[in-house]
């Protein structure tokens, strides 16, 4: 079974650029979940599907983040601008519907704002 | 977010030592987790408790669910060089989807 696939793995931008990373979760699984992940910190949730929905965005920086996942599969999270402070790992995960406490996470994308 | 404080942050370790690692946390959580990550790659479920003084092993990993509910210990019998990692605490709270990570505890195993 393909695991969480993620791209790119690595970006870096200058600062007031736009970026986007794409991910494709585990074939079947319902809920996706975007995360980002600051250097020397656990994941920190921004924004959780289940299928095309955005149950859960309280995290989202929603001024100059947003995301996506039209047809309840792969997803799409985006920044514009991207700030100095954006610099950081996300990471994407999924789960079937009912099992968040079993996420499975993508490598993630490092992004670094210069 | 919930905040959930990891001890010790870092620890260094000869290979074939035993390690002890813990989570606390101010709020109850329903469900425990422990994940391992390692450079480049997103977190790996390790190991997942359901239920107060829960007592589950995977392999040479042991990990308790405390008996308060805020609180979860998890152990490596002789280390080995892969352990080398972070290893992050998560926990569930009843009713809840989302999961709350902890600060990580960084472990280097030395040959």
């Known amino acids: 079974e393909a695991g969480v696939v993620q791209s790119p793995r690595y970006k870096i931008i200058e600062k007031k650029q736009p970026v986007a990373f794409w991910c494709n979760p585990i074939s079947g699984h319902n809920t996706l979940y975007w995360y980002l992940q600051n250097l020397g910190q656990g994941p920190e949730l921004l924004i959780r599907y289940e299928n095309e929905e955005a149950v859960d965005d309280s995290q989202l920086p929603k001024d100059r983040f947003s995301a996506e996942r039209l047809k309840g599969v792969d997803s799409t999270l985006k920044i514009q601008p991207a700030e100095l402070g954006d610099s950081a790992v996300y990471l994407c995960?999924?789960?079937?519907?009912?099992?968040?406490?079993?996420?499975?996470f993508g490598p993630g994308t490092r992004l670094t704002v210069t | 977010g919930q905040q959930l404080n990891q001890s010790p942050q870092s620890m260094f370790i000869q290979e074939g030592e035993d390690v002890s690692m813990n989570c606390t946390s101010s709020s109850i959580f329903n469900t425990w987790l422990w994940y391992k990550q390692d450079p480049g790659e997103g977190p790996v479920l390790l190991i997942a408790?359901?239920?107060?003084?829960e007592l589950t092993s995977n392999g040479r990993l042991t990990a308790q669910f405390g008996i308060t509910r805020k609180d979860s210990f998890l152990n490596i019998s002789a280390s080995i060089p892969s352990d080398v990692g972070i290893y992050f605490c998560?926990?569930?709270?009843?009713?809840?989807?989302?999961?709350?990570f902890g600060t990580g505890t960084r472990l280097t195993v030395i040959p």
């Open positions: 998560a926990g569930q709270q009843t009713g809840a989807n989302n999961l709350f």
């Open positions: 408790l359901y239920k107060a003084g």
């Open positions: 995960a999924s789960s079937y519907y009912g099992r968040s406490y079993e996420q499975y």
